[in-house]
């Protein structure tokens, strides 16, 4: 073409924990039985959702209001409860006016990112989720900006590493927190929270959270939402029903702002995504709509805590089985429903792999093992091998060698055989590498 059309970004937009399954659906038409522990989908891995909450959102879809648009901020009712609930909590206090209604997360990052001025980086935690490393990557077009999350301390925050960043590069306008953290399963401390939120006070920045897992937090541990800690620091909370009802298919997600009339220039950023959210008319309606239904039952608060409570006994299951193999470390989570495995040993980066039983297979996995980083290559054998379909660590911006997996699997007992199965993989894996 007489122009060059692509985004300077374009490069930078990798998604591993989707991006797998192509490969994976490559493997099942040799003959490979996958077992899916790429993706955090609690419906597709067995988990049946509530009849009550069903009973609410067939209520709904009986209304012919919940079939059109509503505000293009969100539904007005929802904005309102949500921000009741907020102010609920203690700290920021909002009003409906700071609540902002997407199609999920995803679309939420996209369209924080895209309306960013590109020289402004947001420092993001490493390992990263991919959805906020890619997006503020793209909106830059240079490799997204990370901290350290340190596997010795629990992939707690390197919080020297975070002030050094933030003096030495004065392009970083924001600092990106997941709490509980994606992929790690990692809840930070009170006083953590309040460390960033003072490094941000400090050099004039915005704080970012992802708060998708808040709900899913392990009982005994503390934590607290960005809400409570932001003081009069500019700050926004991205929020969803994707993992907590679960409803990841409902595509609903929203940011809540905190403190946008003390800084002009963080306002008026704010106004542009609300500009940029009437060009496209409003997000979908029903989901939204069923929220304050879902979140103001009383059957919701034990809803959460056994759901809580059952993948807090999954993390204490997997770590048992998989914290004896040599070669790795596992540090259990105290939140969400991922398991980060690390491996403390140098993978190689080329070189023959373990035998696989299936020649086409076998084949198709030397060929994809070419030029790739060291915990991608194992990957790709262990979905080959056994058709376990994990993420690479090194796909969550990562200089680190590992693999993430789930806790999701609703069947007892192939969760337990899956672990046990990834254990004797490892060892296998190891052990060839070395001899």
């Excluded at 340190?150 to 997941?178: C, F, H, M, T």
Aim: some cysteine.
């Amino acid at each position: 073409m007489r122009r060059n059309i692509v985004h300077i970004g374009a490069g930078q937009l990798r998604y591993e924990i989707r991006e797998i399954v192509q490969t994976a659906k490559l493997f099942t038409k040799l003959g490979v039985d996958i077992i899916w522990e790429n993706i955090g989908d609690p419906v597709q891995k067995g988990e049946s959702v509530a009849e009550w909450i069903k009973e609410i959102v067939n209520s709904l879809a009986k209304e012919d209001y919940s079939y059109g648009y509503t505000d293009s901020a969100g539904n007005l009712d929802t904005r309102n409860f949500l921000a009741k609930e907020v102010n609920k909590r203690g700290g920021a206090r909002i009003g409906p006016e700071d609540i902002l209604f997407f199609n999920g997360l995803g679309d939420a990052v996209s369209t924080s990112f895209t309306h960013l001025r590109r020289e402004a980086r947001v420092l993001g935690p490493s390992p990263a989720y991919s959805t906020f490393s890619s997006g503020e990557a793209s909106h830059s077009g240079y490799e997204h900006l990370t901290y350290r999350l340190d596997p010795d301390n629990g992939w707690q925050p390197d919080l020297e590493d975070i002030r050094l960043k933030v003096k030495y590069n004065d392009s970083v306008a924001g600092i990106l927190l997941i709490n509980p953290d994606n992929p790690t399963g990692a809840v930070y401390p009170i006083p953590t929270l309040e460390t960033i939120v003072e490094v941000a006070r400090e050099n004039d920045l915005f704080v970012l959270c992802d708060e998708t897992y808040a709900n899913i937090i392990y009982p005994g541990v503390e934590t607290a939402t960005l809400s409570q800690v932001i003081g009069e620091v500019p700050g926004i909370a991205f929020r969803s029903i994707s993992k907590e009802i679960p409803w990841p298919g409902a595509r609903c997600g929203w940011m809540e702002v905190y403190n946008q009339e003390r800084d002009e220039i963080f306002r008026r950023y704010i106004t542009s995504l609300q500009d940029a959210k009437r060009l496209e008319v409003c997000s979908t309606t029903l989901p939204q709509m069923a929220v304050p239904k879902i979140f103001s039952d009383n059957r919701y608060l034990s809803h959460l805590e056994r759901r809580a409570a059952m993948f807090s006994e999954r993390a204490d299951e997997a770590v048992s089985i998989l914290s004896g193999t040599p070669g790795i470390t596992v540090q259990r989570p105290n939140g969400a429903f991922y398991l980060t495995v690390v491996f403390n040993r140098k993978l190689p980066e080329s070189g023959m792999l373990p035998p696989i039983a299936n020649k086409a297979v076998a084949a198709k996995v030397e060929e994809l093992a070419i030029g790739i980083a060291p915990d991608k290559r194992f990957v790709y054998w262990l979905l080959g091998a056994t058709g376990i379909c994990s993420v690479p660590l090194s796909g969550f911006c990562s200089q680190l060698p590992g693999f993430r997996v789930t806790l999701l699997e609703n069947d007892d007992a192939k969760r337990v055989s899956t672990y046990k199965q990834l254990a004797k993989a490892i060892r296998a894996y190891l052990q060839f590498s070395i001899s």
